[in-house]
Every structure is written in C-alpha cells, then in structure tokens.
C-alpha cells in the first residue's frame, strides 16, 4: 500500500546532538513538508520542496535544515542550534497542484 | 496574514450527543478549507474538505462542515457522536504562496466522550 513512513517513532537526543528524522513516501507525491506539532499550538511549517534539490523555509526553520536528493525522501535534521527540540513531528507530502496532505505517523523527538 | 482560529480548546460530549468544532480563519481570497483528525501518538487523518460550490461538505466517519462566507466559519458537525471519536481535531486553510501549496493549521480542539 503506498503511503508516507516517517522513522524511528520514538528518538532520543542529547544535549550538542544532531539527529534525523526519515521521511519516505511511496505515492509518487512532487511536494513534501515537515511540520513540528507542540500542544496547544497547532502545527507548525519548518520546511517545504516541491522538486528534487530544492526546498524553501517555512516558518520557524531556525535550528533544522532537509535535503531532497530523491523524490521520494525527505530527511530533516534537528541541529544543535535548535534550543528547544522536544515535539512531535510531522511529515506530509501532496501531489503537484493538489491540497490536502496525506501524513506519515510522526517521529516523537525528546531530549535527555 | 492568512489565519485559523479553533475557539475551543477542550470539548466533552456524551455518547450520542451531537457536536459541533468552530473554526474561522482569515483569508482574503476563496479559501480551500480541511478538517482532519489526529488520534494520539498518530499523524493526521483528512475528514473532510472544501474547495467550491456546495457550501456543506460530507466527509467520512459521518461528519459534515458547513462553509459560511459572511461569518468566515468551516464548522464541523456531526448528529451523534461515538466513543471512538474522542480524538484531537484541527481546521486548517489552504495557502497558495511562491507556486507551493500549503496549509495554516488551527491550534486544535481536543475532544472526549463521556459513556
């Protein structure tokens, strides 16, 4: 069945770590986003591609960066400049000219 | 700047009572306008969607949404409501911007259900 698998489900980081987040989709989607999710705070946009080697920043990019080598990935690194890591987040992706994203399962980053 | 608005942020019905999620947003133009719902620990699931015409929209798991221009609302709905449905509920608005399409999510409403 296609769909989106985002991994591991469950990542622990510690203080200075950078870790990644995998997003794969098997849907022949163009555009992929990552989105981080706090309570209370909705979902927020951190980066966007609609094509293979490129992307653009969403709204609160500082301290992520993504790479788009393949159509069907979508890494997101979480550097150690992002003070605040600790979220839910979310992967999504939709075909070119279309809205309403299909989501992956999310990856539930905690630091320790 | 394009916004969501979810008034209520925790609603408890019980079983069978109907229900009804606010939603308004801010947006100059004809908004394309998404419920979806996301169980805990899970990623978001689409419900429902508006793009044009009909200004109620059915979705799946029996609810429905009802598009008011003047009052800027997407309200979703649903007649009676099962225990299965307690779940966190987000309206979002649909944003075409630097040839991307993308989505302004609301803070969510979470909803519990009483037996």
């Known amino acids: 069945d296609g769909g989106i698998t985002q991994s591991p489900k469950y990542l622990f980081r510690k203080e200075g770590q950078n870790v990644t987040l995998s997003c794969e989709q098997n849907?022949?989607?163009?555009?992929m986003y990552w989105y981080r999710q706090d309570p209370g705070q909705g979902l927020r946009l951190i980066y966007y591609s609609q094509i293979v080697n490129d992307f653009q920043k969403g709204d609160i990019a500082e301290g992520y960066s993504v790479s788009r080598e393949k159509k069907e990935s979508f890494p997101l690194t979480v550097t150690s400049a992002q003070k605040n890591p600790t979220a839910f987040y979310l992967c999504?992706?939709?075909?070119?000219?279309?809205?309403?994203?299909?989501f992956g399962s999310g990856t539930r980053l905690t630091v320790v | 700047a394009q916004s969501v608005t979810q008034p209520d942020i925790h609603i408890t019905v019980s079983e069978g009572a109907s229900l009804e999620l606010r939603c308004n947003y801010s947006y100059g133009a004809t908004p394309y306008l998404f419920w979806y719902v996301q169980s805990p620990g899970q990623g978001l699931q689409l419900l429902l969607k508006y793009f044009s015409g009909d200004t109620l929209v059915q979705g799946i798991k029996g609810f429905e949404a009802e598009f008011k221009r003047s009052q800027s609302s997407f309200n979703l709905r649903k007649p009676s409501v099962h225990w299965s449905d307690a779940a966190e509920y987000f309206c979002?608005?649909?944003?075409?911007?630097?040839?991307?399409?993308?989505?302004?999510f609301g803070a969510g409403t979470r909803l519990a259900v009483h037996p």
């Open positions: 999504a992706s939709i075909p070119a000219g279309v809205y309403g994203y299909t």
């Open positions: 849907l022949n989607h163009d555009a």
């Open positions: 979002a608005v649909g944003r075409f911007s630097g040839g991307y399409n993308k989505l302004i």
